[in-house]
């Protein structure tokens, strides 16, 4: 077989998912080296965009996976307070050991995930409403069960040093350790979307979710478990905020949205599925901190991070869309294709 | 003698108050190719969608090899082997050949939680499939459907059909947006298909089409058999005169002729 080594050619690496996030990352970075100086490229100046990219990019993967599988989880804005709530009240609050926090915080997230997930499965009403519904349910609730339970909106919690080491850490005086859990998200799926025969099921859902069907493809099953999957992530990054900062705010993840879906956009991935990569999520989710941080290293007013993004976004679908034509025309070189 | 591999007996298909299908009654036989012809709106796609389990017939009979059948799903229809390739064949535009050819039935490598798609394998095994059936222009199992030509998708739907052991192939109007080599070389495999013993069923609306591969023919009109004939048995003029709805053609002409004569002059 010839396809190892086609592999390596630049032709090839063009005709991948991320190459367009690639060069994105690429111009982004040289961008704000020139105008963010030596600061933005220091060891501080990584950490600051590296920090961010992390919390945004443990949400992203699996929404990216969800997208690819044709759906959309915009819940994860309110399940990333409700996270840290959870952990705060329970183990802040009630004094219950952390470990039982966490489990609550988490198994939070995989039951919002559950009845997202069988929402769309039963009612096939479009999960961008579905979630929409339940962002604002989460939203209430939190606050609601909030005030009653503690009388306040903001909860302090005390976390043990394991907690700390475990999830709240600054690895050098400077690196979150969730950059840690982030490169362990990124590795777990994309062994599942790349190499898993799962991954094949799931492009073929976002391809065409009847014909999966038809070919013998548990959809229903799948997409249940990528929600679960992207609310477990998101309760995930709220209550290691939680246990970062030492404690938690009923209204601190509405950015997230917008955030994430950004990055997986940006990194590649196909709005309507079928199409996409981890690696690109990846780069993606860098690319957006860069901007989302870089700016403040630079001498232009931090407003103007909103319109670099925008634009970025912009490119990026355009330049996404065009590699990807280039990826569905490409046949082999001429001499080889004769007959 | 055998029992025919597929056979339907007085089907009947309405959609609540809406009559699609009126008592269709056909068979067809290993290594033999019906043709299922008939004009937009006859019923073709419904009647096809019944025998590959996406509904279920009001009333009638469907039997493989003798024995009476109830497809469930799809996925029941396909177990009994019936594939069925739809219009635009490939319907994954955005996986490469190897991942699309074996959705659903990935080939793996490795063991436990580590199993791994084998990209290689699927590929080679894709690729060889294709090739086998003439298309030598396929040679890389990476690149993606979407990017091949009409009849290159319709050749891998077919291979894919074949490879898992079809023993009844449905083809939806394999050769409607094809031009004329590429339709000829969809043609051709479909008598390769017939070659292997597997009972084709092959829905056109081109008369030319169907006379290449046919060996037997089902005219549908408004959802009722018009004409159930072997080859041979009719020219191509009265085919044609059949689907028209059994007004002649030559009257339908001259028709339109005068028409135009009345209306065209200044
Ligand atoms: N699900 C359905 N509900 C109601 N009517 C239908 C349905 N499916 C098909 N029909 C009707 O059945 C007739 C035959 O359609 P079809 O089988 O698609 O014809 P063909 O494939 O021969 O062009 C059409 O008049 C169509 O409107
Ligand atoms: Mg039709």
Known sequence: ?339 | MNPPLLKLTNVNKSFGPIDVLYDISLEVKAGEVLCLLGDNGAGKSTLIRIMSGVHTPTSGTIEMNGKVVAFKSPRDASEHGIATVHQFGGTFPLMSIGRSFFVGAEPTKGWGPFKRFDRVRANDIAVKAVQGLGITRIDDGDRLVGGLSGGERQALAIARAVHFGASVLILDEPTAALGVKEAAHVLRIVLQARRKGIAVIFITHNVVHALTVGDHFAVLIRGAKAADFKKGEKSREEITDLMAGGEHMAELEAEIESYMAVHDAP
């Open chain 1, 1 to 339: 077989m010839n396809n190892q080594t086609q592999r390596l050619s630049l032709g090839s690496l063009l005709r991948r998912p991320e190459a367009g996030s690639f060069l994105g990352l690429v111009a982004v970075f040289i961008f704000f080296s020139i105008f963010g100086g030596s600061d933005f490229a220091s060891l501080t100046g990584a950490a600051s965009w590296l920090n961010v990219a992390a919390s945004i990019g443990i949400v992203a993967i699996p929404i990216g996976l969800l997208m690819i599988a044709g759906q959309l989880d915009i819940s994860i804005g309110s399940l990333i307070p409700a996270g840290s709530m959870t952990l705060a009240i329970v183990s802040g609050h009630y004094h219950a050991p952390i470990l039982v926090g966490i489990a609550a915080a988490l198994a939070l997230g995989a039951v919002v995930g559950l009845l997202n997930g069988l929402i769309v499965v039963r009612t096939a009403v479009p999960s961008f409403i579905v979630t929409l519904g339940t962002l604002f349910a989460v939203a209430g609730l939190t606050l609601g069960l909030s005030v009653l339970l503690t009388g306040t909106t903001s909860v302090a919690i005390k976390p043990g040093p394991e907690a700390k080491w475990m999830l709240g850490q600054f690895i050098g005086g400077l690196y979150q350790v969730t950059i840690l859990w982030w490169i362990a998200a990124a590795l777990l799926f994309g062994f599942i979307l790349h190499y898993s025969p799962y991954g094949n099921w799931i492009f073929a859902m976002g391809g065409d979710q009847v014909s999966a069907r038809n070919a013998g493809i548990p959809t229903e099953r799948m997409t249940i478990l990528l929600f679960m999957s992207s609310g477990v992530s998101a309760t995930f990054v709220g209550l290691s905020q939680a246990i970062l900062y030492s404690s938690a705010q009923v209204s601190a993840g509405q950015s997230y949205i917008f955030n994430a879906i950004i990055s997986v956009v940006v990194g590649g991935v196909l709005l309507s599925g079928g199409y996409g990569s981890v690696f690109g999520i990846v780069l993606g989710t860098l690319t957006f901190a860069i901007v989302n941080q870089g700016i403040y290293y630079t001498p232009f007013d931090a407003n103007w991070a909103s319109l670099i993004i925008g634009i970025l976004l912009l490119l990026a679908v355009v330049l996404n869309n065009t590699f990807r034509k280039v990826a569905l025309t490409h046949a082999p070189a001429k001499g080889k294709a004769k007959k």
